[in-house]
């Protein structure tokens, strides 16, 4: 079983940018295939992000292509997720999320096992 805690949320102005972090334990993070999903209140969880265990592919949504890069740190056993041009409406709660590697992306968040707690980015107008 991995654990994994989210860090890097904070209130930003519009433009401005973050890089969240993903720290995982008990297991080599390394081995799954990891996601990055948010929340915003009163909506369900969506898809922003995704990195294959190898690191050999990425996947994004529509909405922040071009302004999120995701990433991870193999001997640091971390992902990351730079938010770039950040926008009013890429406020939500952001979430760390890992499945076992497949051959398909997946973008459905119930297809992932293991959960972080959650971090909170804020963009102001």
């Known amino acids: 079983q991995v654990q994994l805690v989210e860090s890097g949320g904070g209130l930003v102005q519009a433009g401005g940018s973050l890089r969240l972090s993903c720290a995982a334990s008990g297991r080599t993070l390394s081995n799954y295939d990891t996601g990055w999903f948010r929340q915003a209140p009163g909506k369900e969880r969506e898809f922003v992000a995704a990195?294959?265990?190898?690191?050999?592919?990425?996947h994004y949504a529509d909405s922040v292509k071009g302004r999120f890069t995701i990433s991870r740190d193999s001997a640091k056993n971390m992902v990351y997720l730079q938010l770039n041009s950040l926008k009013p409406e890429d406020t939500a709660v952001y979430y760390c999320?890992?499945?076992?590697?497949?051959?398909?992306?997946?973008?459905?968040?119930?297809?992932?096992?293991?959960w972080g707690q959650g971090t909170q980015v804020t963009v102001s107008s």
């Open positions: 999320a890992a499945r076992s590697p497949g051959y398909v992306v997946h973008t459905t968040a119930g297809e992932y096992d293991y």
């Open positions: 990195i294959s265990g190898s690191g050999g592919w990425t």
